[in-house]
């Protein structure tokens, strides 16, 4: 998930893991995806981001909005 602005995206991506040292590890094609998918959000390029994830709005929520149940 990358969050940028009032969106946040929701990035496919394979997670690779090994014996080495740096395990688990991005490929740099998904490092350089994630960067694609923030560099567009920060645009507004939605059409950009949503071609490479799934894109959401986010709302922020305050108590004064929430119903408050009954006792």
């Known amino acids: 998930m ?3 602005g009032r969106y946040a995206a ?8 090994t014996d080495a040292d740096w395990s688990p590890y991005l490929s740099l094609e998904d490092a350089y995806k994630l960067d694609d998918v923030r560099d567009a959000l920060r645009r507004g ?4 981001a949503s071609r490479l994830s799934k894109v959401y709005t986010l709302t922020p929520v305050s108590l004064s909005d929430q119903a408050h149940p009954a006792p």
């Open 45 to 48: 390029d939605l059409e950009t």
């Open 2 to 4: 990358i969050h940028e």
């Open 10 to 17: 929701e990035v496919e991506v394979t997670i690779l893991q």
